[in-house]
């Protein structure tokens, strides 16, 4: 299922596959009825649309959220994102399958990859409300590079996808939500406010996951977290932080704060 999800192209027809596959899982278990865990061989790089064209970050054009364009722009970036995610919370799913996990862990996973799935539909139906697509601009091209620097590694993988990445979500959504309330466009609030409830529970299952590791390997998770981000992140994590989401997820300021270019803690 999840490298068939992986390997479709077309982002509405990845993502409707990702829901049947969710809805497919959720309903076996929900009847008592495991569907059997397997091995894959998941690609190395999910497949992907001739479009959006693929730039390196800093080629990326900058827009300012005060116009239609720009908050097309905005809405594209997400879209873009959103489209990521699904393929990172399938791809864990696959990849790690030498790793004996309990079966809540691919409860968790499918059930945000069925989550990113909506997500990436509510932010293309609000793209097409405006007159535009996901494919009508450049993207970012470096989003699954920390799929690919964690390939081997199940721990570094959760530090740096939900507890770093998406975690950095929980800290710039509220304000993305401001832009678009002071715009008037109450259908792409809506949508970012079901992904901003939503995203929480990513970064918990990340959280919860990286924490259950370190204790069948009686680590630190602090330390492992500080280690793993510095070996995989390219970069310092970037105030300000959504210190209340953040901790309704998990994840204490200890974690983040010293890994900032100040390194040094609030207060």
């Not at 539909?121 to 405006?130: P, V």
């Not at 919860?208 to 981000?229: I, S």
Request: hydrophobic share 40%; with cysteine.
């Amino acid at each position: 299922m999840a490298v068939e999800v992986l390997s479709t192209k077309n982002g509405r027809k990845k993502t409707a596959l990702s829901r049947t596959h969710a809805a497919s899982w959720a309903a076996a278990r929900a009847a008592g009825r495991d569907i059997p865990l397997g091995h894959a061989a998941p690609p190395p790089q999910p497949a992907r649309p001739d479009r959006p064209e693929l730039l390196d970050p800093r080629d990326v054009p900058r827009r300012r959220p005060g116009s239609d364009k720009g908050r097309i722009a905005m809405l594209h970036a997400v879209a873009h994102i959103e489209l990521n995610a699904v393929d990172l919370h399938w791809d864990i799913i696959a990849r790690y399958t030498d790793t004996p996990m309990p079966i809540g862990f691919y409860d968790d996973w499918v059930k945000s990859a069925d989550e990113e799935s909506k997500h990436f539909n509510l932010i293309c139906d609000c793209l097409e409300e405006m007159g535009s697509h996901y494919g009508a601009l450049p993207a970012h091209a470096g989003m699954w590079r920390a799929a690919e620097d964690t390939a081997v590694d199940l721990m570094g993988r959760l530090a740096v996808v939900p507890m770093v990445l998406e975690a950095r979500g929980l800290d710039v959504t509220p304000g993305m939500i401001a832009i678009f309330e002071r715009a008037g466009a109450t259908r792409a609030v809506e949508a970012m406010q079901v992904i901003y409830a939503e995203e929480v529970h990513h970064v918990a299952y990340g959280s919860k996951w990286f924490h259950f590791l370190c204790g069948r390997h009686d680590l630190d998770p602090k330390e492992v977290f500080h280690d793993l981000v510095r070996r995989y992140f390219h970069g310092a994590l970037k105030p300000p932080f959504n210190e209340e989401k953040r901790a309704e997820a998990g994840i204490p300021p200890d974690f983040y704060w010293p890994l900032t270019e100040s390194a040094t803690t609030p207060g």
